[in-house]
């Protein structure tokens, strides 16, 4: 890791940066209204009483160059606990600096030294650049698993059915 290049753990200070990363990653993605979450969730759920997820923050000579933000899971297969990345983040003023590789090398060493059994993450289809990365890295890809989500409308219809 080169000097210019800082990881660390995201604090109370930083909400305003991690929500304009997340601003970010949803322009990056092709989603920029998707993302409406505020300052003030990011303080609730992720530095209140009990924290729903943790954030590191890349900094490049000082600036906000990326983040990582993550919670663990729990495999019932394993038995253990896990590392689930929610969303990973470089600028793209930032990119091609090992800023992105730095931040999954420090994920995986927090799940090592947590002595969590996994390490997850999802990855749009069309995202090849990012796929053909992670597998570099040893990440296996696995195609026959499909992601189910219900929000919204569906979801408060759903939990009516209970």
């Known amino acids: 890791m080169t000097s210019d290049l800082r990881l660390r753990p995201a604090t109370r200070e930083d909400a305003a940066t991690i929500v304009d990363l997340i601003r970010g990653l949803a322009l990056y993605e092709r989603d920029p209204d998707a993302a409406v979450v505020t300052e003030a969730d990011v303080l609730r759920d992720g530095f209140g ?19 990582a933000l993550f919670f663990h899971n729990w495999s019932t297969w394993q038995g253990r606990a896990g590392l689930y990345l929610e969303d990973l983040f470089v600028r793209e003023s930032h990119r091609g600096r090992g800023i992105g590789k730095a931040l999954l090398v420090h994920l995986a060493r927090i799940a090592v030294e947590r002595g ?29 698993w499909q992601t189910m989500r219900v929000e919204g409308d569906a979801l408060r219809k759903l939990a009516g059915l209970a």
């Not at 943790?54 to 990326?66: C, P, Q």
């Open 49 to 67: 009483e009990r924290p729903l997820f943790e954030v590191v923050i890349a900094e490049w000579k000082g600036e906000a160059a990326g983040f």
């Open 116 to 144: 969590w059994g996994r390490f997850v993450w999802q990855v749009l289809d069309w995202n090849r650049p990012a796929i053909d990365f992670y597998e570099a890295l040893g990440a296996r890809h696995m195609k026959e």
